[in-house]
């Protein structure tokens, strides 16, 4: 894990003083570092039974369809509010300063099946936690959430309790 995380930058008082940034970027240019990632990232779930794999917006739709390939199974958009065409389902979270929300087709997720939540940053848990609430607001059946870097000082699983998290990497 140790040479994965040598491919991500960081970048000292990005968005502002005090932040210490993880770029993934500098993984993802990376074709070796990018295909270990997905490897060691869909590893826990082959055989699993994943019918849908969710990708957030929007380093998520980078992870999420390879991994979907991967597992055999169809790839489920969150985005943020006005981009998708169909009906959605929305859910609004709580950030530092403010508020967010994030949404997805009503008919993305079918009841009872299978779904892995995917993203690259687990931070704060607002995101995911929104996330998860519109698969079970679909009536999925939510198997785990995947991470390719997890700040755990910042205690997001707390927002996530009785969810499976898998973080690649741990900060």
Do not use: W
């Not at 940034?21 to 990018?34: E, I, N, P, Q, R």
């Not at 055989?47 to 980078?62: L, M």
């Not at 079918?110 to 940053?121: Q, T, W």
């Amino acid at each position: 894990m140790e040479e994965l995380k040598k491919k991500i930058r960081e970048i000292p008082d990005f968005p502002k003083a005090g932040i210490l940034f993880y770029d993934v970027t500098t993984l993802l240019k990376d074709a070796d570092g990018l295909r270990q990632a997905i490897d060691l990232m869909v590893d826990p779930y082959v055989g699993a039974g994943i019918d849908k794999v969710v990708g957030i917006e929007s380093r998520g739709f980078i992870l999420a369809p390879a991994m979907a390939v991967r597992l055999g199974a169809g790839f489920v958009l969150v985005r943020k509010p006005g981009k998708l065409p169909a009906k959605t389902i929305e859910v609004a979270y709580d950030l530092e300063y403010g508020q967010d929300r994030i949404e997805v087709h009503e008919d993305a997720i079918e009841a009872g099946e299978r779904v892995l939540i995917v993203d690259d940053l687990m931070a704060t848990g607002g995101t995911a936690a929104a996330c998860v609430e519109l698969v079970r607001r679909l009536e999925g059946n939510l198997v785990g959430a995947a991470f390719l870097v997890e700040l755990e000082f910042l205690q997001g699983r707390s927002k996530v309790p009785g969810v499976e998290i898998f973080s690649l990497l741990k900060y």
